[in-house]
């Protein structure tokens, strides 16, 4: 019998305490141990804010007595000619406002499903609904499923074992075979972290496996849900409203011919400022290392104020956040790394935007493995001389150096292109 429980078993649950049913009866009917039930709806009841009929959601002690008007002055959109306690913003303003808590939520049932005074309540409820429960359930097992297992540290820990005997010609086979106890993983884990990208070697250094050719595409690593937290869309929503004042990067690849050379990208919001690095292989090493040498070009102050937050998706290649995050000198911390939700390219458009004037010049499935940094300077220069009309007709280079100096330009390598010399055409790159 599976230990996962079905929907109608959720469907019993919600009927029992709606009904104020105990766990140990619940339990019971279902064949489970009490302790299920009541893990269960601990883990999946949620908060509800909630008012009633006529009223909206106070958590006040004192909604009922008070009288308080105008508590938030004449800017108030939900201005009520009675009394403050009626709207819904007011706890948000009163400086007396004290949250009464229920103390149903406290003790079994622990939800406020069977509770007789629900329908006239106006405080946080905590509710266990079937449906969602059980959607919540599904979505924690998926996620226990995909990713990686292993953090950030182990990651860089097994990468310096293995990449430098890679190198030397030795297989994975001899590696994990002579440091078996060193590793702590399979030496299939080893392969598949190699496949997505996770070390400083590809699969073409191995001495026997390029040979091969796949029978089927394997599934592509994703970043590690150990990396995301703290860092997710909502995280970065919160960042920006806690400090406005930041102006976002965003940060994304441009991939040339599968398993060749590729490009990141790195886009200015405010500016339209895009700046484009070639990499040998989409690895994580690549990436931190091109952060590393604009921190060395550009220095702490000038670093910190260009790249305050900067939000990318959940391509394995940044999958070590802490690296891209601190520096080895003090100050340490360089940025704020954060990541968009899987399939939503959308939270960061502006880059996704902007790639299309690369594709302009790099169709899709173009290699870049003739292409050298040079070229990509040029390419870029061009791009950040077009004038765009969300700019008020400037190009992203005016806009950059208005905001920061041409020096910092200089520093990264950007050159302006007078207006009838721009090519946003394959035939500029033509050697």
Do not use: W
């Not at 269960?40 to 009223?55: C, L, W």
């Not at 599934?219 to 990396?227: A, W």
């Not at 360089?334 to 880059?351: E, I, W």
């Amino acid at each position: 019998m599976s230990k996962f429980l079905s929907y109608e078993d959720r469907l019993i649950i919600s009927k029992g305490l709606q009904e104020n049913i105990s766990f140990g009866k619940i339990a019971e009917e279902l064949g489970k141990d009490r302790t299920t039930i009541a893990k269960e709806i601990k883990k999946y009841s949620y908060d509800k804010k909630s008012g009633r009929p006529g009223y909206p959601y106070n958590p006040c002690k004192f909604r009922v007595s008070c009288k308080a008007k105008r508590i938030c002055g004449s800017t108030c959109s939900h201005q009520s000619a009675y009394k403050c306690s009626l709207c819904p913003e007011c706890t948000l303003h009163c400086p007396d406002f004290e949250e009464d808590i229920c103390a149903v939520k406290n003790k079994p049932l622990y939800v406020c499903n069977g509770c007789l005074e629900l329908p006239k309540c106006t405080l946080l409820k905590r509710i266990y609904d079937s449906a969602d429960a059980h959607e919540m359930a599904h979505r924690a097992i998926s996620e226990s499923r995909t990713g990686i297992l292993s953090n950030e540290d182990d990651i860089a820990r097994i990468n310096r074992i293995i990449s430098p005997l890679v190198k030397n010609g030795q297989s994975l086979h001899q590696i994990y075979v002579s440091h078996t106890d060193d590793l702590m993983c399979s030496e299939k884990t080893l392969y598949n972290y190699v496949d997505a990208g996770l070390f400083d070697v590809r699969n073409i250094d191995l001495p026997r496996k390029v040979k091969y050719r796949p029978r089927y595409k394997e599934p592509e690593f994703k970043v590690d849900r150990g990396c995301r937290l703290g860092r997710s869309y909502k995280d970065f929503q919160k960042f920006m409203q806690e400090h406005p004042e930041s102006a976002p990067v965003q940060m994304d690849s441009v991939i040339g011919r599968t398993c060749g050379k590729c490009l990141l990208t790195i886009h200015f919001v405010d500016t339209g400022l895009m700046l484009a690095f070639l990499r040998e292989a989409n690895t994580s090493g690549s990436v931190i290392r091109i952060f590393n040498a604009l921190d060395a070009i550009l220095g702490t102050e000038d670093f910190n104020r260009l790249f305050p937050v900067i939000l990318t998706d959940n391509g394995s290649e940044f999958s070590n956040p802490k690296q891209i995050e601190y520096r080895e000198k003090i100050p340490r911390h360089r940025t704020n790394v954060f990541y968009c939700d899987a399939g939503s390219p959308y939270q960061k458009g502006a880059c996704e935007v902007n790639h299309e004037l690369i594709r302009r010049i790099l169709p899709k499935g173009t290699s870049f493995d003739d292409q050298t940094q040079k070229d990509i300077f040029l390419m870029m220069d061009h791009i950040n001389s077009y004038q765009r009309k969300k700019l008020n007709n400037r190009s992203p280079y005016d806009t950059f150096s208005f905001y920061y100096g041409e020096g910092l330009l200089r520093k990264l390598g950007c050159s302006p292109v007078a207006a009838e010399n721009i090519i946003l055409k394959p035939k500029l790159l033509k050697k």
